[in-house]
């Protein structure tokens, strides 16, 4: 999203941008006997990303205000489950159940303010993450007699962010704030629980790497008073 104005006394200009995921993804043998003479895979993936950009521009001879948010959400449910008492699921050549999230924002807030007299500009990014993976047994039983049974859940959940403004005067004052907050609370699991597993080998194993960067910059400038600062939470 994006704004803009321009006025010989007073400009003012804001944008704001809001993208959410809310996905839930499964893969899943429920009560149910498998017998097969290959593998047996069970893969439930989410990819899902959100790209987001706010700016603004605004002028005016005596004022000019210019801010820009960008809010960004991600919610993602991904489970790969094998579950049924008394079920056996076999598979020659492998049993596999792997969950994996995969999900990323790019976000960037960009907003100036000009003027003559008094300006000031403003720019928030809001980014949060919250993801629940899961590749579970319950109650069945897992073969495999020639490889190997394997339970996965990764989550590599990543987010960058850009939060920047600049507010010029060449009068009275300028004013410019910048803030980047991040998120990620992210829950991942692999486990089995009331069945058995086996084969060959036998994994279970949740893995969370997940990555934040952010950046914060403020800048202003005016030939009497000029202030400018940024924060940035992660």
Known sequence: SAGGSAG??????????????????????DNASVDADSTVVLDARDDSDIRSVAGSASYGGKAGVGAAVAISTVDSDTTARISGAGKTVNGDAGVGATATNDNSIVAVAAAVGASQGVAASGAVTWNVISNKTEATLSGATVTASGNAVNLDADDTAD????????????????????ASYNEIDNETYARATGGSLSGTSVR?????????????AGGSGSSKVAVSGSLGVN
């Not at 010989?8 to 043998?29: F, P, R, W």
């Not at 987010?159 to 910048?178: D, H, L, M, R, Y």
């Open 159 to 178: 987010i960058f962010a850009i939060s920047g403004n600049a507010a010029i005067s060449t009068g009275q004052g300028s004013v410019g704030i910048s």
């Open 204 to 216: 279970v194993e949740a893995t969370e790497d997940a990555t934040i960067k952010a950046i914060a």
């Open 8 to 29: 010989d006394k007073v400009g003012i200009a804001g944008s704001v941008s809001y993208s959410n995921v809310d996905n839930v993804t499964e893969a899943a043998i």
